[in-house]
């Protein structure tokens, strides 16, 4: 656990946030399971009070460069820091890669000249790495191919404000083993919830990603699985979830991949599998007809609304945990 700790002015006074141990949350393995469950409370506060936390970031500067489309990242990401002092710059990066004009690395030392904090949308997970190991300044991953992190914080936030004790909790994930199932299963890992994943053969989550969560896991108790079977996988799981079957740049593979993920629809039968208390949950945008149906999204039990009103509040204390120790310019 952080030892050193930020102060944060609030309307009250001050109050003591540990400062995190790295600069960056490039993967949720930045944060230790300490560090998660400090960003967890932190999120919680600022959800119930957010006047106390109105001038906690007074004055700092964020730059986001988004290679791929966004609703809920950006605008969470703006609406955030706003309403915490501070103020987000949004660079469409969707005509080149970062890093194609001029080298990340220069980039990187620009924008440690000009502001607090980068946030960043890519295709390549290394153009994240490459630009935390370059800046001085807190670099935050808003997803990139291989992980999405601030996405894996909101819904733990979420399945923190419906369950009393996380550890008695079991996640289902159906369908692709993409960016989202990679940071939802270090994050499950790290906290000792028990999670199962379940895709088709050769769409499984990352090799490293699931050799990490099971040395986890054994740390922590959680019981983490790999299956391919949707109905086994959902037995007895409290929450159930699911993503596109096509990721942004996966366009092209798009038809192929729906004949190959049809059985791992998340429809009315599956999560009658699961049990009538289940929730739903998705990182959105969905493709309703395909890995969800509107039933199951629409129905009482979804909780996808909250997970994508909990982005605001979770990411708003990651950037305070990041941007308010003084390791910006
Ligand atoms: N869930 C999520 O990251 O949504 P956006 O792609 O709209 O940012
Ligand atoms: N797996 C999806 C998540 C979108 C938030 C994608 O990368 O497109």
Not at 71 to 100: C, I, M, P, W, Y
Not at 221 to 246: C, L, N, Q, S
Request: glycine share 6%; with cysteine; charged share 25%.
């Amino acid at each position: 656990m952080a030892s050193r700790t930020l102060e944060v002015e609030m309307a009250d006074g001050l109050a003591a946030v540990p400062a995190a141990e790295k600069k960056d949350l490039c993967s949720i393995t930045d944060f230790s399971a300490d560090e998660i469950k400090v960003v967890l409370d932190l999120a919680l506060a600022m959800k119930e009070r957010p006047d106390e936390f109105s001038e906690a970031l007074k004055g700092k500067q964020v730059v986001m460069f988004f290679e791929k489309p966004s609703l809920r990242t950006r605008l969470t990401f703006e609406a955030g820091l706003n309403s915490l002092g501070g103020t987000a710059f949004f660079v469409d990066q969707s005509k080149e890669a970062l890093g194609a004009r001029e080298k990340l690395s220069d980039i990187a030392r620009n924008l440690e000249r000009w502001v607090d904090g980068v946030v960043l949308r890519t295709f390549s997970h290394e153009t994240v790495t490459g630009m935390a190991e370059h800046a001085s300044i807190p670099v935050i991953n808003g997803l990139s191919d291989h992980e999405h992190p601030c996405q894996a914080l909101a819904d733990f936030l979420t399945l923190t404000e419906k369950f009393d004790d996380l550890r008695e909790v079991k996640l289902a994930y159906v369908g692709d083993g993409n960016n989202v199932a990679n940071s939802l299963l270090l994050t499950a890992a790290s906290l000792g919830v028990s999670m199962t994943v379940a895709c088709p053969i050769g769409y499984t989550p990352d090799d490293h990603v699931i050799a990490t969560s099971l040395q986890m896991a054994a740390q922590t108790g959680a019981r983490i699985e790999v299956t391919h079977d949707p109905e086994a996988a959902v037995d007895g799981a409290h929450a159930v979830y699911t993503d596109v079957w096509a990721s942004m740049g996966q366009e092209s593979e798009a038809q192929e991949r729906k004949r190959i993920f049809t059985p791992f629809q998340v429809n009315e039968k599956l999560m009658s599998a699961a049990g009538p208390s289940a929730l739903f949950m998705h990182c959105l945008p969905a493709h309703r007809g395909d890995e969800v149906t509107d039933a199951v999204i629409d129905s009482a039990n979804s909780v996808v609304f909250d997970q994508a009103e909990n982005r605001l509040h979770v990411q708003k204390a990651i950037m305070l945990k990041l941007l308010g120790n003084g390791s910006g310019r």
